[in-house]
């Protein structure tokens, strides 16, 4: 099944497809929300000068701008929020007051980003991030309890198993700092581009600034990789050090040894993760997806010093929701066991037995059973068409020759059986459309 | 408590007020699920030229254009949506193929108004629609089955008791017709104007282009309301006749009949709604609140031959989530039970203790109950002083004398019980935040 057509970089689904999205947001809200992250759902619209201050640079081209085409002419002082850590902090900002701290919370929103279309890449997406902030200094507990949160989340997603690969932005620059690099931002802008051009492209661009050891260890450090926290050893070896080296390297260990795993996800120290270094001041993680690596990141977080522009300490999680959806529901991906909620078709003979029809969906629907009455009366046949048209998958008939017998009709197995309404019990795994694989 | 500050006409809410809007918003979906319609969520932006071709007149200055900050100076090709009836019917029309129809489908969005804010109007706010469309002829069945969703719908909510005044637009078209009135549409404009200006003002206006007795007799007719179908005696008395108000009767009286009440909600026969007249083809109904009558219509919703441009008969009903929370919110109006999902603390009393600490939490939630560990050792009462602030009904004391025996602090009656952590639930009404009065 095809992603759809349409406006280039906005995506839409078909009923069957959006079964798929509403499973997804439905599993990570209720993962966030039992560990105690509350939902906020913030406005769409930012002033532009808020959205640019962090945006800045290139990609400020980016933001759309929101206007009412009464006042075209005037330049955009609104724009669509690019992401959600924006609205938050100015959203903590305001009512600091009516908060508590460490404030947790969760939000699934789209956001809005005029990069040019490409694969895995939408103009309008969901995220759901989840977030704690506080006043203050934030508590170390958090740096294991916020990846090992995502950890759990993805592994009760229908997705492949992720690995999420943490790194510590100290070990990185406390690194470079024990090498005597002196640009150590400029220096790891381009370690950040090992994934894009290699280990071999990242030589040849550092080389210019660098001497061939500092390269050499600098690229040795990077591709270290360990399920545990054996990577201390491996550091050591490489002979360089610096107190934010030590510092980065046993808030890593703290992760590594904290995160307790007992699902399908797994976790590795990987000491190559140089995101966002201008953002991120401690923990950093990103997951990738089994047999999807090559696609990137489909859920990331860290921790960060200020929130926005804000003094506020926190650290983070976001899931990439149409990203992920956009690689599973491609070709014959995931898609949903029917496109309607319904379960139960009440059949409809004639006109005279509309009110026990009506009688009958009422009551299914009382025990949380979906139910649908078919509009007007027709042959059978073609009431039994739309239902398997839709997935549904039982029909009712109320008019029977016993009066109060009626009988159901299983579409899946064609069987026909006397059934008492109050007793009545669909399959527990299609009483509502479920998460299936196309093929 | 008030409603947020912010961007003027742009609300948001504390998290307390949010457990208000979730809930909305999830028994609507329940409500709308459970009779069989399928979800969509669709892109926020169309075309302006298809956004103009409804809105048409004054209103398409309130449109949105969208536009990337970087092509400033052309004019938006896009905007965002203003309801969520055009998206419904593009994407109708652009996936028809896909869909078995008669086609169930809601919607709980956002739609964008760049209108003067005042009381009761926003900017950005959720409207939660739900239509049934198809091809050639829908079935009068759907004109008793939307109204009745609607009236169950509003009865399931946290809100006063709705009543749904009706009426069929064939009934004063008919009348009018009967009556030799020659412009009917802007007769009807007029008496679509009683509520603002009450019957002498609409007899001021209409005086100028109707017999004292066309406006009596139309008056008299607006001023019809029935709890039942004896308005068509009343209708009769008026001695005026027409096929079209025949055929409007007709189809009232069945939508009256058919109707079945079982809660809160009622429904009444009013002959004087004339709402969108050049859309609305046939049965058509606004919900009052009791109490909040004056605040004007809170759901709504009509039959219709065309969806948008398309030539597509349906009904449709609309809930206005973001105007009854603006309503309700409002002063000492509802709020959540507490800002936090957590219903359990697991209180840490030192770094020994973390990891049975979690275990605890970690049980708690495998049975559906949401809990966090308090972020690092600190003095109980610290502790409890933050459970307080949430809202947080139970702190968990993991390290008591006797091992594996725990105690758990009711935070509302003080008490303190040793429990088992396989069995300990909390109060069924405290499991979850839930709607509560703020007074």
Chains 1, 2 share one sequence.
Request: hydrophobic share 40%.
């Amino acid at each position: 099944m095809a992603i759809l057509k349409g406006k280039s970089g906005f995506v839409e689904w078909l009923p069957e497809q959006q079964v798929v999205e509403d499973t997804f947001v439905r599993t990570i809200r209720e993962s966030y929300e039992l560990r105690g992250f509350t939902h906020l759902f913030l406005r769409s619209i930012e002033p532009v000068d808020v959205l640019l201050r962090k945006e800045g640079g290139d990609t400020n081209k980016e933001i759309y701008g929101v206007r009412r085409i009464a006042d075209a002419g005037e330049s955009a002082s609104m724009g669509l929020h690019f992401d959600l850590t924006i609205p938050f902090a100015r959203y903590v900002k305001d009512y600091a007051g009516h908060l508590t701290f460490p404030f947790k919370r969760y939000q699934i929103q789209r956001s809005w980003r005029g990069e040019r279309p490409q694969k895995g890449r939408y103009r309008e997406f969901i995220q759901a991030d989840a977030d704690v902030v506080t006043r203050g200094k934030l508590p170390a507990a958090f740096d294991v309890e916020m990846p090992q949160m995502l950890v759990e989340t993805m592994d009760a997603l229908p997705v492949p198993p992720v690995t999420l690969h943490v790194n510590n932005v100290k070990v990185l620059g406390g690194f470079c700092a024990g090498l005597g690099v002196e640009d150590v931002p400029g220096t790891l802008r381009i370690v950040d581009k090992l994934d894009k051009v290699g280990a071999e492209g990242v030589r040849d661009i550092l080389t210019k600034s660098l001497s061939a050891e500092q390269v050499d260890k600098l690229l040795a450090l990077a591709a270290i990789r360990t399920p545990d926290a054996s990577f201390v050893a491996e550091v050591e070896a490489l002979g360089v050090s610096s107190p934010e080296l030590d510092q980065g390297i046993a808030e890593l260990v703290a992760v590594m040894e904290g995160i307790r795993l007992d699902g399908r996800g797994t976790v590795v120290a990987n000491l190559g993760i140089a995101r966002g270094l201008d953002y991120y001041t401690g923990t950093v993680f990103e997951g990738l997806m089994e047999g999807f690596e090559t696609v990137g990141t489909v859920c990331s977080g860290g921790r960060y010093d200020r929130l926005a522009s804000e003094q506020l300490p926190g650290i983070g999680i976001s899931i990439g929701v149409t990203r992920l959806l956009g690689i599973l529901l491609d070709g014959d991906g995931l898609r949903g066991s029917r496109s309607t909620p319904t379960c139960v078709l009440v059949a409809l003979n004639d006109d005279a037995h509309r009110p026990v029809a009506a009688e009958v969906a009422r009551a299914l629907r009382r025990r949380g059973i979906a139910s649908e009455v078919f509009p007007e009366p027709q042959p059978y046949g073609k009431q039994i068409k739309y239902a398997l048209a839709k997935g549904i998958p039982y029909v009712w008939f109320a008019e029977v020759d016993e009066p109060g017998q009626h009988k159901v009709k299983d579409l899946a197995s064609r069987d026909e059986t006397p059934v008492d309404l109050a007793t009545w019990s669909p399959d527990e795994d299609r009483l509502r459309p479920h998460v299936v694989s196309a093929d």
